[in-house]
């Protein structure tokens, strides 16, 4: 479980596919940047989620 | 010399570069330990709980460098450069699996270096000397980086001149570093760090919000970016040459290159010697794991100052060194006083990584070089006083790099550095999960893999890191360390190894979960 909680965010990261593109532009910010900064809070996200399971 | 010095500026500058040197000192006293033992002048006793570790951390992760590098690549070519983002996002869940590990079992064995590590888990000095090798080889350039960095905003407070006079300010900065992280220990930079970081905070918090309202808002900045890229495009094929992958997404060449270029990076930052240094100063693994949590917060902001080329293209900034960019857009959107504090900011933000590096190269070699090859009986109060001599030696010839050799050569080897770290890798990080391999197969992988790297970074022209396979391009340090494996996996499959290992299961696990 832990090691999925940590997987997620990397893959999202990795995924250029993904966010790879302008659109949809958000506060004049291109797809490709707002993603990959909100991702940045995301992973923390994640991360606490997985220390949070481990020491249960 | 000086006749084109902002002396607003400069005044500012000099004033916050003044008050951390003061910090600097006086750091020798706080939480005071005996300081000539190493563990105390090199770890600061181990005992830096979950604030002073994050300051610690987030200084190794965005330094000057970072601050003028990032967006300078951005400025020149646009999303590739933002592969910084991703990068740092891989980096902490990796810290908090590994990390926390490697904390245990050096604190239960008394080691202060990664290559501490692996002398007691196998048994093997010629792999512990291969290890150190590697970190302090790495560490120099990248020393030699922080230098570049402040330079460029010592260039930009107006400061011109030739010859040796030109690296005055720089020298005089240095040697003022290099007193205080002697007297000190990591303790200084812990508490330099504080001061550099609020005011790092201060310039880009200032700096993502005036920069884009006098450029019309954060639309404007991209269309600027956007259309300044296009006109390079359009240059180049009028010239009757091929388009540059340059743009505000990703050229389809480069997505391989992005992705494996953020996962050998991220890989590679925790094996450099410094930011073991900086992981093994934590008190406890929780604080390690805590920090996994909370240090994204600094990659935000890197994620921001990035930005900053791409404002700096829409500002119409025009430069042939891109590194030039970010001073220069702050020297032409904030009054002098705050352009001089925002250059205050950068350069203390050299100081901090560089201390750092320079005291977990000086760990290094004092403890897996000179202590195993050459005095074996040496005294605890002679290892800290070789340490501290040996941190004045690193800094000393990372200067010397700066004022006799080009730039571009700190650059290459920099670049070299990351591909090189890499390769210790294997042997760390598979070391805290097994003891399957031996560490003669480890050494060979270690040779194998800097060597291919070494070699496939050699272009006829510049190093590169890029290598074209099955059609596409990958980033060296990730082919390099594929060879590393598969030869330590196959020399060890054939002959495994018996060298004694001085670890047990238990020493990986925290304490409380293994009593």
Partial sequence: MKYVLLLIPCVLALLTPLYNRVDPVLFGLPFFYWYLLLLVPLSSLFVYLAWKVESR | ?515
């Avoid at chain 2, 300044?228 to 050229?251: Q, R």
């Fill in chain 2, 1 to 515: 010399m000086i006749d084109n010095l902002d002396w607003t500026a400069t005044a500012v500058f000099v004033f916050f570069f003044a008050l951390v040197t003061i910090v600097g000192f006086v750091a020798a006293r706080w939480q005071s330990g005996d300081l000539s033992q190493l563990h105390e002048w090199g770890l600061g006793g181990r005992r830096f709980g979950p604030w002073i570790t994050w300051f610690l951390l987030g200084g190794d992760l965005y330094t000057a460098y970072t601050v003028i590098a990032v967006p300078g690549v951005m400025y020149a070519v646009g999303a590739y450069g933002f592969f910084a983002v991703p990068y740092t996002i891989l980096i902490y869940p990796l810290i908090f699996l590994i990390m926390p590990r490697l904390w245990n079992v050096t604190h239960r064995h008394g080691h202060l270096t990664g290559a501490d590590f692996i002398a007691g888990r196998y048994g093997n000095r010629w792999l512990e000397l291969a290890v150190a090798f590697t970190g302090i080889l790495a560490t120099m350039p990248y020393i030699a980086l922080q230098l570049v960095g402040m330079e460029k905003v010592i260039q930009a407070l107006g400061f011109q001149g030739s010859g040796i006079a030109s690296h005055l300010p720089l020298t005089i900065a240095f040697i003022i570093l290099a007193l205080y992280t002697y007297k000190s220990g990591l303790r200084a930079p812990a508490m330099i760090a504080f001061v550099k970081d609020i005011m790092i905070y201060v310039f880009v918090i200032a700096a993502v919000i005036v920069i884009p309202a006098k450029l019309g808002g954060y639309g404007a900045v991209f269309d600027g970016a956007k259309a300044a890229f296009d006109a390079k495009i359009a240059a180049a094929t009028a010239a009757g040459n091929p388009a540059p992958a340059i743009g505000l997404t990703l050229a389809p060449s480069q997505t391989w290159l992005f992705v494996s270029l953020s996962i050998g990076s991220a890989m590679a930052l925790f094996m450099y010697p410094h930011a073991m240094t900086g992981t093994l100063a934590a008190s406890s693994p929780h604080v390690i794991r805590r920090n996994a949590v909370t240090l994204p917060a600094y990659s935000l902001v890197l994620g921001l100052i990035a930005l900053l080329g791409l404002m700096a293209l829409a500002a119409g900034i025009k430069v042939t060194d891109p590194q030039q960019a970010v001073p220069l857009l702050v020297r032409q959107m904030f009054p002098s006083w705050f352009a001089g504090f925002c250059f205050a900011a950068i350069a203390i933000g050299a100081l901090v990584p560089a201390a750092v590096m320079s005291i977990g190269a000086a760990n290094t070699f004092t403890r897996n070089i000179w202590k195993p090859f050459i005095e074996p009986r040496i005294s605890p109060e002679k290892e800290s006083f070789l340490a501290k001599l040996m941190s004045l030696i690193v800094k000393l010839g990372a200067l010397v790099v700066i004022i006799w050799l080009p730039t571009k050569f700190a650059l290459d080897l920099q670049l070299l550095g990351g591909v090189w770290m890499l390769q210790i890798f294997p042997a760390v990080v598979a070391g805290l999960y097994t003891r399957w391999f031996s560490g003669w197969a480890l050494l060979a992988g270690w040779a194998a893999g800097m060597l291919a790297g070494s070699y496939l970074c050699w272009g006829p022209t510049a190093l590169v890191t890029a290598v074209p396979i099955f059609g596409t391009t990958f980033y060296i340090g990730l082919v390099a360390l594929a060879i590393n494996a598969a030869v330590a996996v196959v020399i060890t499959a054939v002959v495994p190894g018996r060298a004694a290992d001085e670890t047990r299961a238990a020493d990986y696990e925290d304490a409380a979960r293994a009593r």
